[in-house]
């Protein structure tokens, strides 16, 4: 779409500009990245590098003054990263996550989202002043205000008072980084108050007008739409995502398709092309459409809440027309360094944001890869009936296969899963996305005057939409249609783009030597001949001659024009046959740096569920243990930080989930990962529940979950073995005899050895359990041990440490939990014994990593 309305301006008019922008956007992103790497030394080579670069060009005569700005560039990008980077001289007096501080606010409002229970306000130019302490104010660039009603309109300066509080920092591998994430789009904190007063009324009426509009169309929407499909409509075009349902979300995600429910810029230049036609079909003039073209686009960009992908649209579709405006060709490469250098400056850290780098990766896919790869896979054909047809179907696959091998890392970095498919599913549902957008346009704005004209106008986009849940549901119905590969390093990232550079510049360098050697040809055999006509004249033969002489030049002119093609055809074959042969190693070559993973080692990581207990094991043989998996503090545990850590560690299969007993802070996470379809394309093998006479509802209830999963069930008691050869994992309790009192006692206890290393997983285990193991002579002394029930004093006692001696004690348990775990009195029986402790807590995730021999323990929170 976007491309079409380029089409449309620079045939209008046409001059061709340069690129310097684009430099300006790779220096300002190489001052971002150091300055969020915190590299101080390679800041100082680059500069020194710098500097003398200009002493050389100054001292021969060659300096330009752009050397110079992307020096400045550079230190400018460095600098601004820095200081968003700096703590607040707020947040020293927040203690941590869980409690804040009483303070009072003056900021303006910002946007105002409808949420289920409560009202969302973002504030921005934030005054923070601290309650207890009025003397000690910051400014906060900005601060989620969470209220149960409001009085305020958007632009409005308001006075708050209330709780503030920091968002939660990352805990484990592969959840998500809600500091991080806000940090990037300028909030720093979240805050439960109230608006006490409206200090300054907005002056501009345009804002409130535009909320006012949007909030009418969503009503409009909600009238004459159902849920699902009224949800869609609002993320589509209003770019409001929170009435959409998780299932649709989820399944758009999983095929690969999730940008088609955001704002970007197929959205904008649709919008903007169709105003801009209809007003010169109207017979408006070029610079008044222009005018209103992009006032309506940026009034649409407020209304869509002004994301990332928005932003960047609009100021590629500013560009398109300020370069018609100006009588300039239309540079998509520089309209794309213009956008990222704007947004960046903004906010340093967006550089982070996945959003920003799925949507600028998929340009660059565009403008840099997809050309390359087109000119590799398309050749005209001699029968030109279906060259446009063969050229459109060639063209979009190389687009779509392009913006994925663009966008790939990211994908993985963050997500961690392949759609496979979605190459495919992205050629067969884009091109339908501009109707989806017309009728869904249509329909809500005929729907806020007419709810039966809304209902039929938005008909189209119904049906197209239900076709698009069809597709998505049938292909992930195909073998293999998601597979989940983990989080790439850094390092593979980096290696990764540095062969996707090299491959694209070495297709262009062959393509570019083609085209010179063309023209070279072709004023070679000009100048032979013009040489020859001017042989003929010189010597002045008659007619008859001069014709047979003609006769056999020409004759040896198709000889030698045969020839010299023939040599340019070959040589030209052995290029593309060059091409193709680098293209075939080096792509698989970079999807497999990208999704390769190494398991030597035995690995073993407590997951930071709060309240409850998940730990994953992996053998050297990549088999895969979980032993319990739930959460009393965590909603959704198993969704939003199991699941997400087996996926990052690339788990596709766990061999073994270990169930020590039913208690919901053990299990729940594991009935919701059995409770979803597909078990969130995670394939389970076994489970190992323990043998007990007595079960529960619950136990039962479980039982049946897992059979109806087709999945296997083992049963263990004291004296069971289960796994592979080089980890023998042994049951040690419950034992048949054993007459437990609660769900506790029962709880599985599994010794874990591997060459010299032992490890004890006790679940919930008490004196008891304890007591029985000791009783039967089945404990020795352990590396490792998995502090029962969370730390609670009644277990792990002092008689039960004496014989293990753990060297390492990990204890997993909620901040500010209601039982005071870990128990002071625990921590001391611990230490007696000289273990080195780690709590979840204040490590976060607890990795352990060992040969068979050392042991390396790794805090996921480097610091308190």
Same mark, same amino acid.
């Not at 009224?230 to 409001?240: A, E, M, N, P």
């Not at 300020?322 to 490469?333: E, K, S």
């Not at 997500?415 to 091109?431: A, E, H, K």
């Given at each position: 779409?976007?491309?079409?309305?380029?089409?449309?301006?620079?045939?209008?008019?046409?001059?061709?500009?340069?690129?310097?922008?684009?430099?300006?956007?790779?220096?300002?992103?190489?001052?971002?990245?150091? #300055?969020?790497?915190?590299?101080?030394?390679?800041?100082?080579?680059?500069?020194?590098?710098?500097?003398?670069?200009?002493?050389?060009?100054?001292?021969?005569?060659?300096?330009?003054?752009?050397?110079?700005?992307?020096?400045?560039?550079?230190?400018?990008?460095?600098?601004?990263?820095?200081?968003?980077?700096?703590?607040?001289?707020?947040?020293?007096?927040?203690?941590?996550?869980?409690?804040?501080?009483?303070?009072?606010?003056?900021?303006?409002?910002?946007?105002?989202?409808?949420?289920?229970?409560?009202?969302?306000?973002?504030?921005?130019?934030?005054?923070?002043?601290?309650?207890?302490?009025?003397?000690?104010?910051?400014?906060?660039?900005?601060?989620?205000?969470?209220?149960?009603?409001?009085?305020?309109?958007?632009?409005?300066?308001?006075?708050?008072?209330?709780?503030?509080?920091?968002?939660?920092?990352?805990?484990?591998?592969?959840?998500?980084?809600?500091?991080?994430?806000?940090?990037?789009?300028?909030?720093?904190?979240?805050?439960?108050?109230?608006?006490?007063?409206?200090?300054?009324?907005?002056?501009?009426?345009?804002?409130?007008?535009?909320?006012?509009?949007?909030?009418?169309?969503?009503?409009?929407?909600?009238?004459?739409?159902?849920?699902?499909?009224?949800?869609?409509?609002?993320?589509?075009?209003?770019?409001?995502?929170?009435?959409?349902?998780?299932?649709?979300?989820?399944?758009?995600?999983?095929?690969?398709?999730?940008?088609?429910?955001?704002?970007?810029?197929?959205?904008?230049?649709?919008?903007?092309?169709?105003?801009?036609?209809?007003?010169?079909?109207?017979?408006?003039?070029?610079?008044?459409?222009?005018?209103?073209?992009?006032?309506?686009?940026?009034?649409?960009?407020?209304?869509?809440?002004?994301?990332?992908?928005?932003?960047?649209?609009?100021?590629?579709?500013?560009?398109?027309?300020?370069?018609?405006?100006?009588?300039?060709?239309?540079?998509?490469?520089?309209?794309?360094?213009?956008?990222?250098?704007?947004?960046?400056?903004?906010?340093?850290?967006?550089?982070?944001?996945?959003?920003?780098?799925?949507?600028?990766?998929?340009?660059?896919?565009?403008?840099?890869?997809?050309?390359?790869?087109?000119?590799?896979?398309?050749?005209?054909?001699?029968?030109?009936?279906?060259?446009?047809?063969?050229?459109?179907?060639?063209?979009?696959?190389?687009?779509?296969?392009?913006?994925?091998?663009?966008?790939?890392?990211?994908?993985?970095?963050?997500?961690?899963?392949?759609?496979?498919?979605?190459?495919?599913?992205?050629?067969?549902?884009?091109?339908?996305?501009?109707?989806?957008?017309?009728?869904?346009?249509?329909?809500?704005?005929?729907?806020?005057?007419?709810?039966?004209?809304?209902?039929?106008?938005?008909?189209?986009?119904?049906?197209?939409?239900?076709?698009?849940?069809?597709?998505?549901?049938?292909?992930?119905?195909?073998?293999?249609?998601?597979?989940?590969?983990?989080?790439?390093?850094?390092?593979?990232?980096?290696?990764?783009?540095?062969?996707?550079?090299?491959?694209?510049?070495?297709?262009?360098?062959?393509?570019?030597?083609?085209?010179?050697?063309?023209?070279?040809?072709?004023?070679?055999?000009?100048?032979?001949?013009?040489?020859?006509?001017?042989?003929?004249?010189?010597?002045?033969?008659?007619?008859?001659?001069?014709?047979?002489?003609?006769?056999?030049?020409?004759?040896?002119?198709?000889?030698?024009?045969?020839?010299?093609?023939?040599?340019?055809?070959?040589?030209?074959?052995?290029?593309?046959?060059?091409?193709?042969?680098?293209?075939?190693?080096?792509?698989?070559?970079?999807?497999?740096?990208?999704?390769?993973?190494?398991?030597?080692?035995?690995?073993?990581?407590?997951?930071?569920?709060?309240?409850?207990?998940?730990?994953?094991?992996?053998?050297?043989?990549?088999?895969?243990?979980?032993?319990?998996?739930?959460?009393?503090?965590?909603?959704?545990?198993?969704?939003?930080?199991?699941?997400?850590?087996?996926?990052?560690?690339?788990?596709?299969?766990?061999?073994?989930?270990?169930?020590?007993?039913?208690?919901?802070?053990?299990?729940?996470?594991?009935?919701?990962?059995?409770?979803?379809?597909?078990?969130?394309?995670?394939?389970?093998?076994?489970?190992?529940?323990?043998?007990?006479?007595?079960?529960?509802?619950?136990?039962?209830?479980?039982?049946?979950?897992?059979?109806?999963?087709?999945?296997?069930?083992?049963?263990?008691?004291?004296?069971?073995?289960?796994?592979?050869?080089?980890?023998?994992?042994?049951?040690?309790?419950?034992?048949?005899?054993?007459?437990?009192?609660?769900?506790?006692?029962?709880?599985?206890?599994?010794?874990?050895?591997?060459?010299?290393?032992?490890?004890?997983?006790?679940?919930?285990?008490?004196?008891?359990?304890?007591? #029985?193991?000791?009783?039967?002579?089945?404990?020795?002394?352990?590396?490792?041990?998995?502090?029962?029930?969370?730390?609670?004093?009644?277990?792990?006692?002092?008689?039960?440490?004496?014989?293990?001696?753990?060297?390492?004690?990990?204890?997993?348990?909620?901040?500010?939990?209601?039982?005071?775990?870990?128990?002071?009195?625990?921590?001391?029986?611990?230490?007696?014994?000289?273990?080195?402790?780690?709590?979840?807590?204040?490590?976060?995730?607890?990795?352990?990593?060992?040969?068979?021999?050392?042991?390396?323990?790794?805090?996921?929170?480097?610091?308190?």
């Amino acid at each position: 779409m976007l491309i079409l309305f380029i089409k449309t301006i620079n045939n209008e008019r046409v001059k061709r500009i340069k690129r310097p922008l684009t430099g300006v956007a790779i220096v300002y992103i190489l001052g971002d990245i150091c #300055a969020m790497a915190d590299i101080q030394m390679i800041t100082v080579i680059i500069s020194a590098s710098v500097l003398a670069w200009l002493f050389i060009n100054v001292f021969q005569k060659k300096f330009k003054p752009i050397y110079l700005s992307l020096l400045l560039v550079f230190f400018m990008a460095y600098s601004l990263t820095k200081q968003q980077l700096e703590p607040n001289l707020i947040s020293s007096y927040i203690t941590d996550e869980t409690s804040g501080v009483s303070v009072s606010i003056i900021g303006i409002v910002d946007k105002i989202q409808e949420k289920e229970t409560y009202k969302q306000i973002y504030l921005r130019q934030n005054t923070i002043t601290l309650s207890q302490n009025p003397k000690i104010s910051s400014y906060s660039s900005g601060v989620i205000l969470n209220v149960d009603e409001y009085i305020c309109d958007i632009g409005d300066t308001v006075r708050v008072t209330g709780n503030l509080k920091e968002f939660p920092s990352l805990r484990n591998t592969g959840g998500f980084d809600s500091k991080l994430y806000y940090k990037t789009i300028n909030m720093e904190y979240k805050c439960t108050g109230n608006i006490v007063e409206i200090i300054q009324k907005n002056e501009n009426e345009i804002l409130p007008i535009l909320n006012n509009f949007k909030n009418r169309l969503k009503i409009s929407y909600g009238t004459i739409a159902d849920e699902k499909d009224s949800g869609l409509y609002d993320s589509i075009v209003l770019g409001d995502n929170e009435g959409m349902l998780e299932g649709i979300s989820d399944l758009y995600k999983d095929n690969g398709i999730a940008h088609l429910l955001a704002i970007s810029g197929m959205q904008i230049s649709m919008i903007g092309m169709l105003l801009y036609k209809l007003l010169r079909k109207a017979g408006i003039r070029f610079v008044p459409c222009a005018i209103v073209s992009l006032a309506i686009v940026i009034c649409y960009g407020i209304i869509t809440g002004n994301g990332v992908s928005t932003i960047r649209a609009i100021i590629m579709f500013v560009a398109v027309v300020g370069a018609g405006v100006c009588g300039r060709t239309y540079d998509m490469l520089t309209a794309t360094s213009m956008a990222a250098v704007a947004i960046l400056i903004q906010s340093p850290t967006m550089f982070l944001n996945c959003g920003f780098l799925l949507s600028f990766g998929a340009i660059l896919g565009m403008i840099v890869i997809a050309p390359a790869i087109n000119s590799i896979v398309y050749t005209p054909n001699k029968d030109k009936k279906y060259n446009g047809i063969i050229k459109f179907l060639v063209y979009s696959a190389s687009m779509s296969f392009s913006i994925n091998l663009a966008t790939l890392p990211v994908i993985l970095y963050f997500y961690f899963q392949i759609p496979i498919y979605s190459v495919l599913i992205n050629i067969i549902l884009i091109p339908l996305m501009a109707f989806v957008m017309l009728s869904a346009c249509c329909g809500g704005l005929l729907g806020v005057v007419n709810r039966v004209a809304g209902v039929f106008f938005i008909g189209m986009a119904h049906y197209i939409l239900n076709f698009y849940e069809v597709v998505c549901i049938w292909f992930l119905k195909l073998p293999y249609s998601i597979v989940i590969v983990g989080q790439p390093s850094i390092v593979q990232i980096i290696i990764y783009y540095l062969i996707l550079i090299l491959l694209i510049a070495y297709i262009n360098y062959i393509k570019k030597s083609q085209g010179e050697n063309i023209t070279q040809d072709e004023a070679n055999t000009r100048a032979d001949a013009n040489a020859q006509d001017k042989t003929k004249k010189q010597d002045g033969i008659n007619i008859l001659g001069e014709t047979k002489i003609q006769d056999v030049n020409k004759s040896k002119d198709v000889n030698k024009s045969k020839v010299v093609n023939k040599s340019k055809v070959e040589n030209k074959t052995k290029s593309e046959k060059k091409i193709n042969w680098w293209v075939m190693l080096l792509i698989p070559t970079m999807i497999l740096i990208i999704c390769y993973k190494s398991f030597e080692e035995l690995e073993i990581n407590m997951i930071d569920v709060g309240q409850g207990d998940s730990i994953f094991v992996r053998t050297p043989q990549n088999t895969t243990y979980l032993f319990d998996g739930g959460s009393s503090d965590v909603k959704n545990v198993g969704k939003y930080r199991i699941v997400p850590f087996l996926k990052a560690s690339g788990v596709r299969t766990l061999d073994y989930i270990v169930v020590s007993h039913m208690d919901s802070d053990h299990i729940n996470g594991i009935v919701e990962m059995l409770s979803d379809a597909d078990c969130f394309y995670i394939n389970i093998k076994n489970i190992v529940l323990p043998k007990i006479k007595e079960k529960d509802q619950v136990y039962i209830g479980l039982e049946e979950t897992i059979k109806n999963k087709g999945i296997h069930i083992i049963y263990v008691s004291a004296g069971d073995e289960f796994g592979d050869e080089s980890v023998i994992m042994k049951c040690l309790h419950p034992s048949q005899t054993f007459a437990y009192t609660s769900q506790n006692g029962y709880s599985t206890t599994v010794s874990l050895n591997y060459k010299n290393f032992d490890m004890l997983f006790t679940g919930d285990l008490e004196t008891d359990g304890e007591d #029985a193991m000791m009783d039967e002579k089945m404990l020795k002394d352990y590396d490792v041990l998995k502090v029962a029930h969370h730390g609670s004093m009644y277990s792990s006692q002092q008689t039960f440490l004496d014989i293990i001696k753990p060297e390492i004690a990990i204890i997993s348990c909620g901040i500010k939990n209601g039982y005071g775990h870990p128990h002071p009195e625990l921590i001391n029986r611990l230490r007696s014994h000289n273990s080195q402790i780690y709590i979840t807590t204040e490590c976060g995730e607890i990795t352990l990593k060992t040969d068979g021999f050392r042991i390396g323990v790794e805090r996921f929170l480097k610091t308190n």
